[in-house]
Structures are given as C-alpha cells and as structure tokens.
Nanobody, 125 residues
Framework: QVQLAESGGGLVQAGGSLRLSCVISGSTISVNTMAWFRQAPGKEREFVGNINWIVSNTYLSDSVKDRFTISRDRAKNTLYLQMSSLKPDDTAVYFC??????????????????WGRGTQVTVSS
C-alpha cells in the first residue's frame, strides 16, 4: 500500500507562486509514476502532469506547461508541483496520485491506484 499526503495549498494573488508537496509513505519502492490532478468547483478532475519516479521524465498538460514544474526528491519521498504566474482559473483542489506502472503522459484517473486527499489552492484576482 502507498499513502499520499499533499500540502502547501493556500490563498495567493493572481501572478503569484506556490509550491505543493506530496509526501509518499508505505510501499514507496513500488511507485513508478506520480501525477498531479486538480478539480475546480463544479468541474471534472483534470490531469495536470506526471513524472517517472525513477528517471524523472516529466510531462505537463498544455494548460500549465509554461507555468508549472513537476519534480521529485526520492530521498525525501516527496513529489512537488511548483506553480508560478497563477491565474484565478488555477483555483482548484490539487491531488497527487501514484501508480506502480509507468503511465507515460497518461491523463486517465483509472491509471493511478493511489490518491491523496487534496490541498486547496485559491487564486484571487
């Protein structure tokens, strides 16, 4: 089993930055892909991007690729999402997710077996 816990959300003004963290515990050796998703009020969950936990290949969706960066620190079992130039449209609950398999650029929620509870990001205009 893998447990995930996000942190770092909060209220930020448009144009600002935030860094989200996701700490992984449990059977961390089984993790192959980590991903970030987000869900805005009244909308479906949206794929933000993912990273190969072993070799650190990353993929970001077109909506965020010029503003967000995904990284990881294997020694700390922590996944990061660095967000900059934030917009009100980025307001959402952000979730990290994990898979035991390499999910190259996969946006499918069903490809990720483990999920955190999410952290709220609110961007004011």
């Amino acid at each position: 089993q893998v447990q995930l816990a996000e942190s770092g959300g909060g209220l930020v003004q448009a144009g600002g930055s935030l860094r989200l963290s996701c700490v992984i515990s449990g059977s961390t050796i089984s993790v192959n892909t980590m991903a970030w998703f987000r869900q805005a009020p009244g909308k479906e969950r949206e794929f933000v991007g993912n990273i190969n936990w072993i070799v650190s290949n990353t993929y970001l969706s077109d909506s965020v690729k010029d503003r967000f960066t995904i990284s990881r620190d294997r020694a700390k079992n922590t996944l990061y999402l660095q967000m900059s130039s934030l917009k009100p449209d980025d307001t959402a609950v952000y979730f990290c997710a994990a898979s035991q398999y390499w999910r190259n650029q996969s946006p499918k929620e069903s490809d990720y077996a483990y999920w955190g509870r999410g952290t709220q990001v609110t961007v004011s205009s």
